[in-house]
C-alpha cells in the first residue's frame, strides 16, 4: 500500500474521531417496577459455591428516584 493512501486513510480516522461526541441523559421508568427474577445457580458446580445467597436478575433494575439503572443508548 502506498505511503500517500495510508495517509489518507489516517487523516479520514482522526476526522472521524474529531467529530465524535457524547449522548447524555437518562432513562424514566413508570409504573411498578419488575419483580427480580432469582437466578439457577445450580448449573455450574463453580458458580453454586461462590453464591451462598440467592442472586437476582439485573436485566431491569429500577432506582429509588424511578431512573433505569444500567442502560446503554445507541
Known amino acids: 500500500m502506498s505511503p500517500f ?3 489518507i486513510g489516517l487523516s ?3 476526522v ?3 467529530q ?3 449522548v447524555t441523559g437518562k432513562v424514566s421508568f413508570s409504573g411498578a417496577p419488575p419483580k ?3 437466578l439457577r445457580m445450580d448449573a455450574d458446580k463453580v458458580c453454586k459455591a461462590a453464591h451462598k445467597s440467592p442472586q437476582k436478575s439485573e436485566e431491569v433494575v429500577v432506582n ?3 431512573t433505569l ?3 446503554l443508548v445507541y
Open 5 to 7: 493512501i495510508k495517509v
Open 12 to 14: 479520514l480516522v482522526a
Open 16 to 18: 472521524g474521531v474529531l
Open 20 to 22: 465524535a461526541g457524547d
Open 36 to 38: 427480580m427474577m432469582a
Open 64 to 66: 429509588g428516584n424511578g
Open 69 to 71: 439503572k444500567n442502560v
